[in-house]
Structures are given as C-alpha cells and as structure tokens.
C-alpha cells in the first residue's frame, strides 16, 4: 500500500528522469567571438558563429588583437578563441590561464606550422643550393636583397603582433645577422601581394607564412631550422636558435561558458577543423575574394555534413 505506492512513484518519477533528462538552457546574451588580422580566422569566426546561431544562440562579433585575446577570454569580455596557434599565441594562451579564466576547450584536427619559408621555384630552380636546410642561408644573402634591405637579404615578417621580435632574435641566435635583416609586413595582404609579385618577376624571396593556409595548394616551402625544444626561445630563456614548433591548434573558452551556454559549449568542444577545412576558408577570401562573411556563408551551405554532427 504505502510501500508500493512509494514504488510505483519512484518508478515514475525515474521513469521521467531517462525520459526527459534536465537540459539547461544557453543564456540568450551573446556568446561573444573575437575577430583578427588573417582570414581563415576571421572566416572561422563567422562559420562558429553560424553554428552558434543554428542552434538559437546569439553572437557578437569584435575585432581583437591577437594576443591581448586571451587576456579578454579570461576576464569574460570575449567568450571563445577559436584559432589558438601554438607557435604565435601558444605562451599568451596558458599565461591567461596561469591567472585563471581561460579553459582548453580541445585542439582542431589540423596540425599546424607557422614558419619562414620560399615558393617552391626557389627550390626548384635550385636558386639557393641547399634550401630548405637554412644553412644555405649562409651563401646567398643576395639573391635575397630587395630596395629597402640595406644590402642584406630580407625575410619579409608578419605583422609584429603575431609573435613580437621572434624572428630578429633568430636571425641573431643563428649568427646571420650580418647577412640578413627582418620587414615586418603591415598585413597579411602584404604577404600575398610580395609572393605574387616575385612569382611573375621569378625572384627569390623568404616570407613568413603558415600551415594550414590557402598556399598549401601552391607549393611553398618552409625553411628547416633546428629543431623546435621547449623553452629554446629567447622570450622563454633559451638561446633562440630554433625554429618553429610543428604545433597544435587548440579552442580556448572563458571558464563560465560551459555553464552560460552549455548547448554551445557542447558543440564547440566536439568542433573540429582539418587542415583541408581550414585551407579553403582561407582561399575563399584569398584566391576567391569573397567577404569573409560570405565565405563562412558558403562554407556552412557546402559542410553541413562537416559540422551539423557537432551540434548533436
Ligand atoms: C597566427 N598565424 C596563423 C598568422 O601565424
């Protein structure tokens, strides 16, 4: 009587728990995603934030600098970081969470390199015998020489927000400063522009570019130095005669997401990005120049078996 129908409650009541398990629901503020200075991030802000929006999220959309970011994710002011580059912001990453705030919130499939390098008919012409060793380096500084290089060859940089004085400091650590000076480009267009440019005059030239990117299809090719180690860079005590890490891609999140927007939070932990992805929401902006909006538009109409699965 009593006992039984404490039973035939419980087994109600249990019943309904398997049924319908509680489901918090995402917050209606704005899951806020920082927008930076390269386009496959900027494409991937506007594709997250489509999926974000497919799931009746809101989203906002602020442009940041690259490594003030993870300052901004860790005191809540922007939500995610969803291209964390291990080689460039891999250090600003786990600084922010020193201090607390900032989660991993997982690594995209794609590895990654973000490195010095030569379009591949450098190598191909045998231009400078024995590139990509960056010891051959060493014995053909002019065919590296451009109008603003002071008579040394020139390695043509990124923007100085991407990683600081990391690659003079290399130069220096490598013993080439005599022979070799850094450009930092104004923009990643400028790459581009530089790489165009010496293709249709076939000249020498050494840029900074990265892996994965729309130039993966090109051929380009990255420099060999020695071998990345933990802590070889000056900026983390070493002597700074290293290259570039062949590194992750990881997710960073603000530390109250998962409890803000859990439906989100869900989906952006099982989102992963490959390298072929990656490439071609940089392409869409880079070889088909389209908006960036546009692209992440086109690349949502064209994955939706890439990444439906992720709101699941
Ligand atoms: C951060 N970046 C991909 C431009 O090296």
Known sequence: MKFTKFVAAAAVSATMVFAAPVMAEDSSKPIVIPTHNWSSQVVMAYV???IFESMGNNVEYVPADSQAVYE??????ITISHE????????????AMDKGGIIDAGSHEALTLEEMGVPGYVIEQNMC????????????????VTAD?????RWLEGPQSW????????IAALGLGDDYMVKFAGGADALWAELAAAKKENRAVITFNWTPNFTDADGFVFIEFPEYTDGCRTVDGGDGSCGSPKGWLKKAANYKMPKTHPA?????????????HIGQMAALVDIDKMSHEDAAKKWLADNEAVWMPFTK
């Open 48 to 50: 997250i934030g489509g």
């Open 163 to 170: 990683h600081g004085d990391l690659m003079p400091e290399r």
């Open 129 to 144: 015998p024995g590139l990509p060793n960056w010891e051959a380096l060493k014995d053909c500084k002019d065919i590296f």
């Open 72 to 77: 901004a994710v860790r005191n809540g002011d």
């Open 264 to 276: 989100a939070y869900k989906a952006y932990s099982k989102l992963s990005f490959s390298t072929l």
């Open 149 to 153: 290089s002071d008579g040394k060859g």
């Open 84 to 95: 964390v580059w291990q080689s460039a912001f891999g250090a600003s990453f786990y600084n």
